[in-house]
């Protein structure tokens, strides 16, 4: 199975903020990668695909960037709504793996 | 719009059973590989299953092969995904969500999840 790695695991971070949590895969997934936003209580939503495509509706405040086994996501201009959990899936193949995920907070 | 209502979880004891049920609309359902994927107490995510648009072909993790199945019915006016937990150990406790692939075909990341059903094992 592809392992997935992020640093760091949890970040503080102010209003205004730029924020960029790295992403890691133990083998070349290629642009094979996702990213999600998760908050207690909420359905998972889906921010990023292929690496730097945003699916409808994300704003362009996210932006995503790597490949092989290197990727980024960046969050501009932090608001209150962006605090959260950041998990990355790499979907090259199968099992499908997600990174342990990045906690976003004040 | 895209819409997933995931049911059926609840309190379990090892061993029993329990089918998860995901009723999809806004979509055309027959079109898509539909996945399971649960987040464990510790918050991380895993995937468990994934079913093929025509149903003939299904994939799971190690963790649940042998124990879930996974199903759909693509006929009627409400399309269902269905997860078959048997066997069910107190690490299978977790908040399970349907997902939709962002395009046709197996190799392809989520657009849309469902809300989750959680699920509990425990004597």
């Known amino acids: 199975d592809i392992q997935m790695t992020q640093s760091p695991s949890s970040l503080s971070a102010s209003i205004g903020d730029r924020v960029t949590i790295t992403c890691r895969a133990s083998q070349d997934i290629i642009d094979y990668l996702a990213w999600f936003q998760l908050k207690p209580g909420k359905a998972p939503k889906s921010l990023i695909y292929a690496a730097s495509s945003l699916h409808s509706g994300v704003p362009s405040k996210f932006s995503g960037s790597g490949s092989g086994t290197d990727f980024t996501l960046t969050i501009s201009n932090l608001q209150p709504e962006d605090y959260a959990t950041y998990y990355c899936q790499q979907y090259k193949t199968l099992p499908f793996t997600f990174g342990p995920g990045t906690k976003v907070d004040v | 719009e895209v819409q997933l209502l995931a049911s059926g979880g609840g309190l379990v004891q090892p061993g029993g059973s329990l089918r998860l049920s995901c009723a999809a609309s806004g979509f055309t359902f027959e079109n898509f590989a539909m996945s399971w994927v649960r987040q464990g107490p510790g918050g991380g995510l895993e995937w468990v299953s994934m079913i093929s648009g025509d149903g003939h072909t299904t994939y799971y993790a190690d963790s649940v092969r042998g124990r879930f199945t996974v199903s759909r019915d693509n006929s009627g006016n409400t399309m269902y995904l269905y997860l078959q937990m048997s066997s069910l150990r107190v690490e299978d406790t977790a908040l399970y969500y349907c997902?939709?692939?962002?395009?046709?075909?197996?190799?392809?990341?989520?657009?849309?999840w469902g809300q989750g059903t959680l699920v509990t094992v425990s004597s």
């Open positions: 997902a939709k692939p962002y395009a046709s075909g197996t190799y392809y990341s989520f657009d849309h």
